[in-house]
């Protein structure tokens, strides 16, 4: 833990929001609700039924209406999104832009014969289409379900048979690193013998022809025959907006549901706390909307408070390393939201880039995905925001819908300890508890917990109440386990130590062990499979695989390493790619059967194995070693 400690003020020194919150946790969420534009007023602000919560029961409300609606009167004119492609095509979609675009895909998909709590799963790539057609779906009462558009036809899938997806929206194309990607063909091979899904609505972005099936719809001559005009639906505070599937500790990804009500008002606050945001500001978050980050503070937060935010489609380094900078500059941004793992790319890359442009814009600085490293901190504090802009370091998941942890510069004003995400927001209670679920005193290790429920927390797994009790409720009685390690210090900061479960964080990105293992071990020659996470630079973590062969495998060596990286990559999609595969005979296990992957990174780590009295076979640990020893030799050679 860095001792250091940095004081910026953007001169907001609200005191008593905190302390409402501290007297009366479910009174004080009840007032956050009621800066909302409800339809009907709710009766109940919670109802808690462990592990289950509803908040303000009876209340109707639309996040359409919220996001578009309410800004018609007074900001029409004002730009919503800037979006930007990768080739450098630019758009400019003001609120009256959306406002009409959002009713007419609305009454497009009644067309298509989308109904309230229909799911609608979108495999869009970054573009203005993509929030449109998420707000059209929450017009409707329709439940959509984002699907980033780096995932395989297998992971997407799954995920479109797991919601029952009415219909699909998609492009022809996507664009990524000057390369297209055909979009278009990873749906048709995903809904191959999904009779359940009825229509794909198709945006053409590419030059020629493009082949349609029987249930293929244009996106334009769908929105050329629609109408502008479209009442959104009053729907009960606790509707479904959306899923969104994460990797868990099992193979089969899981659909976190969030409502509608306590999912916005959770936004509406945390996004003002945070950011600080001004009518004048230009927002600039990098998340891709396949990741809740994306639906949460590129969608939903910054529409909430008639924002301008920066939309950009491609990778930050491309078609050079200074194209983030150079976004930064022309547009102006003032609040800029990325994660840890584009930071330590742009730090390898050298302060001259960043330092030869201005940067003058910038206000404040935000960080989502992991924990960053101190030493990140300070270069994004020096080099970016000149030691002018307070570093917003939050921690929060999907499952919790909004931040959870974070420095707070547009409510109050606190030292902020490079590494640490500081404090919860107010109207969570957060504590760092040991095995029994008591609170550890300051600077012990211990887990992580939420112990009352919050606005923003997921209504449950999608289809599976029973999993959702079990994953997230199970361990301590009462609180939500989010499954990481944390150490509160004597100031009652908190300082996150990554996972305690089987969840590998690859550059920020949530990827489970047993999905992975599963991909591995779906190829012809392999036994078995145990993957862990290494440190890693730029990345934070990357993947190792340990495999077990079969005993009369065809294939060994290189070539089936291609083999199974492709199988990885065409199985989950390229952000599962494992850095090294070690081919072993066996893997460590404890006596009861369970993979020691602790033994298995502390090896590919060059740590200590520590105590292994455990295993049920100590040969297996020989086993792993000798195979990394192996691998490292030959990279080695190859090198010299």
Not at 105 to 122: C, P, Q
Not at 151 to 160: M, N, V, Y
Not at 397 to 418: D, R
Not at 608 to 628: H, N, Y
């Amino acid at each position: 833990m860095s001792d250091d400690s940095y004081e910026i003020s953007l001169g907001n020194f609200d005191t008593e929001t905190r302390g409402r919150s501290n007297l009366d946790q479910v009174l004080f969420w009840d007032e956050q609700a009621k800066k909302l534009s409800w339809f009907k007023q709710w009766t109940k602000t919670l109802e808690w039924n462990s592990p289950f919560a509803k908040w303000f029961i009876g209340g109707e409300i639309n996040a359409s209406y919220n996001t578009l609606d309410v800004h018609q009167n007074n900001i029409a004119k004002k730009p919503a999104i800037l979006w930007e492609g990768e080739d450098g095509t630019r758009r400019t979609i003001t609120y009256a832009d959306l406002y009409t675009d959002v009713c007419k895909f609305a009454n497009a998909l009644k067309s298509l014969g989308v109904r309230k709590g229909d799911r609608v799963t979108i495999y869009l790539p970054m573009v203005p289409e993509l929030p449109i057609t998420m707000l059209a779906c929450a017009r409707i009462g329709a439940i959509h379900t984002v699907v980033f558009s780096g995932f395989s036809a297998a992971s997407l899938r799954d995920r479109i048979d797991d919601s029952k997806s009415k219909v699909i929206v998609t492009a022809d194309v996507g664009y990524r690193r000057g390369s297209s990607m055909d979009l278009k063909g990873i749906i048709d091979e995903s809904i191959s013998g999904l009779n359940f899904v009825e229509h794909v609505v198709v945006l053409k972005r590419a030059e020629g022809n493009l082949q349609l099936g029987p249930k293929d719809s244009l996106w334009h001559e769908l929105m050329k025959g629609s109408s502008d005009k479209c009442e959104p639906e009053h729907l009960e505070s606790n509707h479904p907006l959306f899923i969104l599937y994460t990797s868990g500790t099992t193979g089969k990804p899981k659909g976190v549901l969030h409502g509608t009500g306590g999912y916005l008002t959770h936004l509406n606050s945390t996004f003002q706390w945070a950011f600080d945001i001004k009518d004048s500001d230009i927002f600039f978050c990098t998340a891709d909307i396949g990741w809740v980050t994306g639906h949460s503070y590129v969608v939903y937060g910054p529409l909430l408070h008639g924002a301008t935010e920066i939309m950009y489609e491609g990778v930050p380094d491309y078609p050079d390393t200074s194209r983030i900078w150079d976004i930064i500059d022309r547009y102006g941004v003032t609040i800029f939201y990325t994660t840890p793992t584009a930071l330590r790319m742009f730090m390898k890359f050298g302060d001259a880039i960043p330092n030869s442009f201005k940067l003058s814009s910038l206000r404040l600085l935000g960080t989502v995905g992991e924990p960053i490293n101190p030493e990140v901190w300070i270069w994004y504090f020096k080099t970016i925001g000149k030691s002018k802009c307070p570093i917003v370091d939050t921690w929060w998941q999907t499952e919790t819908g909004g931040m959870m942890l974070s420095p707070l510069p547009g409510l109050e004003t606190i030292p902020l300890k490079p590494g640490s995400a500081t404090r919860s927001i107010p109207g969570v209670d957060i504590a760092v508890v040991d095995e029994e679920g008591n609170e550890v005193g300051s600077n012990i290790k211990g887990y992580l917990v939420i112990r009352k429920p919050w606005p923003g927390m997921l209504l449950t797994l999608w289809g599976d109440d029973e999993k959702y009790k079990n994953v997230y409720w199970s361990k301590f009685q009462d609180n939500y386990y989010p499954g990481d390690y944390a150490i509160k210090d004597s100031d009652g900061y908190f300082w996150l130590l990554g996972r305690a479960d089987d969840i590998l964080k690859v550059a920020g990105h949530r990827i489970g062990t047993a999905e992975l293992e599963n991909s591995l071990v779906s190829h012809g020659d392999i036994a078995e499979a145990a993957v862990c996470g290494i440190p890693d630079e730029i990345k934070g973590e990357v993947i190792a695989a340990f495999v077990v062969l079969k005993q009369n495998a065809k294939k060994s060596g290189s070539r089936l390493r291609t083999e199974l990286i492709e199988t990885v990559r065409n199985g989950i999609g390229p952000i599962a790619t494992p850095q090294q595969i070690y081919f072993v005979t066996k893997l460590p296990k404890t006596r009861s059967g369970k993979i020691m992957r602790r033994v298995l990174k502390a090896i590919a780590s060059n740590e200590k194995i520590g105590d292994v009295s455990t295993l049920e076979d100590g040969a297996a640990v020989k086993d792993v070693q000798d195979a990394f020893t192996e691998l490292q030799s030959a990279v080695r050679k190859n090198k010299s």
